[in-house]
């Protein structure tokens, strides 16, 4: 597989590289991020390789992530059009202003209209709504998002990081309203990260919405830099941006000896891993430094076979949320064999004996 390897985004015409850029670190608005020189140069990089999907937001580095695209933009003539750019509202980036950010009309229209001023651009390619708002009706967001696809400012409408019962509502309303329909979904998914596997990767892949996972590494847990044999293990119950838990040394030692044993780096095997998995369309991949997005983009080269993915899939199983687990298991008592019409199996589950009770 490689960057020009491209595939529509769920039920769209739109095709996108199996990795799209993630930006959020570019700009040093609050000093950790990379400059725009290192910001441009890996950005070049991977479009040179044939990447077409860029995904930035209006408040990645309180907007200099825009501009730092916006400019590489406006410094190459035809960029614009081959690209899929992708950008997000919701966060308000104008303290003291109550309608200065979420999902409101008058927010939305604002926020998009400075995002287009930082990007240089007369529309962007995937709006995406970039969190959930249970305050504002979801049917004003929805027709809003509508009228600037007609208007000709955004091309696609996605969702990131709302609830999926909340997410197939609004598919459902947009749909039976005629509306542009959410064909995008972005959520936190990585080998350390799994529980959106019992709702919205399944309602992503039944309502035809292509999955964007972020946080593939687990901001950088599963890219090598950690392991309970490396320099720097501190033993805690701390996750996320503290160091990994008993538990997650597990998934990341086992990526660790996978890597070690194929001969690639960490972050390749988990990145190659998600892009395996059911329903995913394109991984955003974040780089802060140029050898980083090296070493990811290498994930496109590597396969995980059969028994590579079950060791996997033993330290890293979720547990999910009620009913997922019960519908896994009890869903194969409701057909005894026959497929689908377009060849999917149904597992052939051995009949109930007479009298056995499931409770
Ligand atoms: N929709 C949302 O709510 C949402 C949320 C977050 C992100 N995103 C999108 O998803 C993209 C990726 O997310 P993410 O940044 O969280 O992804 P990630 O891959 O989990 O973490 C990226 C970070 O890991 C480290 N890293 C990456 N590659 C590495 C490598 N090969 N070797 C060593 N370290 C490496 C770098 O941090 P250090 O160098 O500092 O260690 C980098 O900034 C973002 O850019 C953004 O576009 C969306």
Redesign the pocket.
């Known amino acids: 597989m490689s960057l020009t390897s491209y595939v529509t985004l769920g039920r769209s015409g739109l095709r996108v590289s199996p990795f799209t850029l993630?930006?959020?670190?570019f700009g040093e608005d609050h000093g950790?991020g990379s400059s725009p020189e290192e910001s441009r140069d890996i950005l070049a990089a991977y479009l040179d390789g044939g990447g077409n999907s860029v995904?930035?937001a209006n408040i990645y580095t309180g907007g200099h992530s825009e501009v730092i695209v916006g400019d590489h933009l406006a410094a190459n003539p035809g960029l614009r059009e081959r690209i899929v750019l992708g950008t997000?509202f919701f966060w308000n980036l104008h303290p003291g202003d109550p309608n200065g950010g979420g999902p409101g009309r008058k927010a939305i229209i604002a926020q998009l209209e400075a995002s287009l001023r930082r990007l240089r651009t007369d529309y962007v390619d995937i709006y995406?709504l970039?969190?959930f708002d249970p305050v504002t009706p979801v049917e004003e967001t929805l027709r809003t998002l509508d009228d600037l696809v007609t208007a000709g400012k955004i091309r696609y409408v996605g969702f990131?990081?709302v609830p999926a019962w909340a997410t197939a509502e609004a598919a459902t309303i947009a749909r039976f309203r005629g509306w542009s329909p959410i064909v995008a979904l972005?959520l936190?998914y990585?080998l350390l990260e799994r529980t959106g596997e019992g709702e919205l990767i399944p309602m992503a892949q039944s309502l035809g919405m292509g999955v964007l996972p972020?946080?593939?590494?687990?901001?950088?847990f599963l890219?090598?830099?950690y392991g309970s044999d490396r320099a720097g293990r501190v033993d805690t119950t701390r996750d996320f941006a503290g160091m990994p838990t008993e538990e997650q040394y597990a998934v990341i030692d086992a990526v660790n000896e996978l890597a070690a044993e194929l001969g690639v780096?960490p972050?390749s095997v988990a990145l190659a891993w998600i892009q395996a998995r059911p329903g995913v369309t394109s991984t955003?991949?974040?780089?802060?430094?140029m050898a980083?997005l090296e070493?990811?983009l290498a994930g496109l080269e590597v396969e995980l076979d059969a028994d590579q993915l079950a060791g996997l899939e033993a330290v890293s199983r979720p547990r999910l949320n009620f009913p997922a687990e019960n519908n896994a298991t009890f869903s194969r008592l409701a057909h005894n064999g026959g497929t689908t019409v377009d060849g999917r199996a149904t597992p052939l589950a051995p009949l109930l004996a007479e009298g056995t009770r499931l409770w």
Not at 22 to 25: K, R
Not at 284 to 289: E, M, W
């Open positions: 993630g930006t959020m670190t950790w995904d930035t997000k995406w970039h969190n990131s990081d972005q936190e990585s972020w946080g593939p590494l687990r901001s950088g890219s090598g830099k780096a972050a955003l991949i974040g780089a802060r430094r980083q070493a990811n």
